[in-house]
C-alpha cells in the first residue's frame, strides 16, 4: 500500500496544476457547503443567545400567535382580550405555576436633566417577572409587590438607558419623567443584549398597575408570562394551563381556544424550518459541484489511465495483480478528490474567519465537518475513479507494450 500511495503521489505531482483545475468543481461544492453552514452555525449561536432571555420554562399567554402571519393576525386580532385579574386568577389554581406576571408593553418619552430619549420601551410587570426573566440587578433592587399594591410611579432601567440618559451616572436613586411624569429609579439591569433585532437594554420596567393607570387601560390587552415549576414540567404546566385559561374565557367543551400560549420552542421550530431550507438550498449547490467535479475526476484519470498505458504493460508483465494496478488508480483518484475537499475547506475556512472578523456573526465550521470531507474523498474517488481503474486493471500487458 505504501508503495501505491508513493507512485499515486508522483503520478499528481507531476501534473499537479491539471489535477489541481480538475478539481475546481469539488473545491466549490465544498466551499458552498462549508460557508453556508458556517453561517448556520454562527446564526445558531446567535439565535440561541438572544431568544435564551424567554427562558425554556416560560410561556406567554396572548390572544395572538406569535409570527401568525397577516391572515391570522386580521383573525385572532377580533379575540377578547386578555385582563389583568388572569394572573391572579391562573397563580391561584396552578400547581405547576411557580411565577406569574402581567407584561404591557408600551411607548414611551423619557427625560432626565438636559437629556432625552424618545419612543422607549416601557414594559408594565409585577414582581415576578423579575424571577421570570432570569436578569440580575446589578443596582438597586427590581419592583416589589407593595410597588405594585400601590401604584408606586418606580422604574427599573436596563444598561442602554443608563448610558444614553444618564450619562454613566450611577441612576439609582435619581429621578427621570416618562411622558412628562416623575419616576424614581430603584434599579439597573445588567446586560441583555438583543433578541430578534430589539435592544433589550433599551428598556424600562414599572409596576403594571401604574402603566394601566398613567396610559390608560381601555382596549388594552395583556400579556401574561408564566414559569413553570420546574423545567421538567413544562409540558404539564402548558396543559395546566390552558385548562385554566380556558374556565377564565368560560369557553364550552369543542369550543377552539380563543386565546395562545406560546414558548421559546415555537421561535426555535420558525427558526429551523429557515435554516433547514437554506441547508437543502445549499446541499442543492454543493451537491450539483460536486458531481461535476467527480467528472472531471473521471475525465483526467481516463486520459491518464491512456497516458501511462506503457507502464501498465510494464508493471503487469513484472507481476503486478489486477488489485494492484485497480488500488493505485483508485488511490489517485481519491488523492485527486482530496485535493479538492483541502482547497474547498481552505477557501471556507478563510471566508468564515473573515465573517467572523468583520460582522457581529459567529460563523464557524463544525470540527465534524472533518469527517463530512473524509467522506467526500472516498466517495467521490471510488465513485468516479472506478471505471478508470477497472479499465487499467483489465489491459492486457502485451497490447498495453505495444502502446505508442
Known sequence: MIEVLRIAGAALWAHKFRALLTTLGIAIGIFTVG?????????????????SSLGSDVMYIDKRNWFQGRAGWLLHRQRRNIGMDATDYILERAQYISHASPRIYQRGNLKYEDQSLERVAILGVHADMGVITGVDVVAGR?????????????????????????EFKDPVGRKMTINGRKFLVIGLLDKQGQMLGRNLDNMVYIPAETLLKMFGRRWRNITIAVKASEPGLLAEARDEVEGIMRRYRKLRPGEENDFAINQQSSLQELYDNATGMLWMVAMGIGSIALIVGGVGVMNIMLVTVTERTMEIGIRKSLGARRRTILWQFLVESMAVSAVGVVVGFGLASATALFIQKSTPLAARIPPTWGLLGIGVVVVVGLIFGLWPAIKAARMDPIEALRYE
Do not use: C
Not at 35 to 51: D, K, Y
Open 35 to 51: 460557508v453556508v453552514m458556517a453561517i448556520i452555525e454562527g446564526l445558531n449561536t446567535s439565535f440561541s443567545e438572544q431568544i
Open 142 to 166: 427590581y419592583i416589589s409587590p407593595i410597588d405594585t399594591k400601590h401604584r408606586k410611579a418606580v422604574a427599573v432601567i436596563g444598561h442602554a438607558v443608563r448610558e444614553n440618559l444618564f
